[in-house]
T-cell receptor, first 115, second 110 residues
Framework: NAGVTQTPKFQVLKTGQSMTLQCAQDMNHNSMYWYRQDPGMGLRLIYYSASEGTTDKGEVPNGYNVSRLNKREFSLRLESAAPSQTSVYFC??????????????FGPGTRLLVL | GQSLEQPSEVTAVEGAIVQINCTYQTSGFYGLSWYQQHDGGAPTFLSYNALDGLEETGRFSSFLSRSDSYGYLLLQELQMKDSASYFCAHSPGNTGKLIFGQGTTLQVKP
């Protein structure tokens, strides 16, 4: 049981290049999320997927696209990377119980540097 | 808007008790979560308060007062390994997506 896995762990891009960050979970969770964390900051939600086949914007969606490939996988794409997108990206998953208690399980993160 | 305010840093000595506060201004508030993050690693869930009062989980306790829009995380018998960042968070409208505070860095000294 690996939990939430992310690839790659590190990436350096030049401005204007594109890339896709991959995320997979093996906990059979319905919901998945992408966050970014800048130095000294909390996590900010980029996009989320409440269930397979649905996606929705979070706080900071500009410059990103997502795909919920199946129940296990949720990818984040940068079409034209900018230095402002230098950050650590975390994927997370959870099951919405409807009782108001949310436990999100996070992956190890992808450290992205855009030059 | 949604905002959660935390102190940026707290320092305490090993064996002591420390309290990390979180005040919030939000709409659609359902409850307050706390997460721990070591050295930029994966955040991990610590506790959740849906109702006013104290929730205890081992050395960690969390408190919520809805009337004061305030909560705190209480860490007892501090250990060096508790040095980490601690984030409060809430899920507006119980949608599952989380809004995080900016985090409190706790440094435990010998």
């Amino acid at each position: 049981n690996a939990g939430v896995t992310q690839t790659p762990k590190f990436q350096v891009l030049k401005t204007g290049q594109s890339m896709t960050l991959q995320c997979a979970q093996d906990m059979n969770h319905n919901s998945m999320y992408w966050y970014r964390q800048d130095p000294g900051m909390g996590l900010r939600l980029i996009y989320y997927s409440a269930s397979e086949g649905t996606t929705d914007k979070g706080e900071v969606p500009n410059g990103y696209n997502v795909s919920r490939l199946n129940k296990r996988e949720f990818s984040l794409r940068l079409e034209s990377a900018a230095p402002s997108q230098t950050s650590v990206y975390f994927c997370a998953s959870s099951d919405i119980s409807g009782r108001g208690r949310e436990t999100q399980y996070f992956g190890p993160g992808t450290r992205l540097l855009v030059l | 808007g949604q905002s959660l305010e935390q102190p940026s840093e707290v320092t305490a000595v090993e064996g002591a008790i420390v309290q990390i506060n979180c005040t919030y201004q939000t709409s659609g508030f359902y409850g307050l979560s706390w997460y721990q993050q070591h050295d930029g690693g994966a955040p991990t869930f610590l506790s959740y308060n849906a109702l006013d009062g104290l929730e205890e989980t081992g050395r960690f306790s969390s408190f919520l007062s809805r009337s004061d829009s305030y909560g705190y995380l209480l860490l007892q018998e501090l250990q060096m390994k508790d040095s980490a960042s601690y984030f409060c968070a809430h899920s507006p409208g119980n949608t599952g997506k989380l809004i995080f505070g900016q985090g409190t860095t706790l440094q435990v000294k010998p």
